[in-house]
């Protein structure tokens, strides 16, 4: 009878263990689960935010650079309209930035080719731009013959420890204006 009483308090002690450390994981399951959510719906937020600025950029151009080491910006840029002599042109350029790269500024200096006018600031300067960021702007030219011409882009980027530039080339074919 002894043996048969130690069998049940060790059986209920065994039960009462398992259905204690059941609810501990049910807990820990749950919070485990809430955090994989949250993870999961930042990421899908991350990556809505992604989508957004690729999709915006999905119909801008690489600017041409001769060198092919990566770059901590690159340059990409796109014309509403093709390029008429004697008319007006907006170029809009956006320049992206490496994911994660702590920049202190920006510089872009732009230099027209014989038979193109830059109508905007020769120089622009973006100063402390958030890690990751796309800068926009956008630049006005005229060109003044037919052909193709060349809008020369350098941009120098200074950071912490270091500072580099590139160079860059947009091609532009000017055509005749509309009589």
């Not at 259905?19 to 991350?46: I, M, W, Y």
């Not at 999905?58 to 910006?73: F, K």
Request: glycine share 8%; hydrophobic share 45%.
């Amino acid at each position: 009878m002894v043996r048969t009483r130690v069998a049940g308090w060790a059986g209920a002690l065994l039960a009462a263990g398992l259905l204690t450390g059941c609810g501990h994981g049910a807990d820990s399951a749950r919070a485990e689960h809430e955090a994989h959510e949250q993870a999961r719906s930042g990421a899908e937020r991350d990556a809505s935010a992604a989508a957004a600025v690729t999709a915006e950029d999905a119909d801008m151009v690489s600017a041409v650079s001769g060198v092919t080491t990566a770059s901590p910006v690159g340059l990409k840029f796109k014309l509403r309209e093709p390029p008429r002599v004697g008319l007006p042109l907006r170029l809009e350029l956006a320049l992206n930035q490496e994911a994660g790269l702590d920049i202190d500024s920006i510089t872009v200096t732009f230099q027209p080719s014989d038979g193109l006018v830059l109508q905007s600031d020769r120089i622009v300067q973006f100063r402390a731009p958030p890690p990751g960021a796309t800068q926009r702007l956008v630049v006005t030219l005229r060109p003044l013959q037919e052909g193709l011409l060349n809008l020369g882009a350098t941009v120098l980027v200074d950071a912490a420890s270091s500072s580099m530039s590139r160079s860059y080339a947009i091609p532009l074919i000017a055509v005749p204006a509309p009589q």
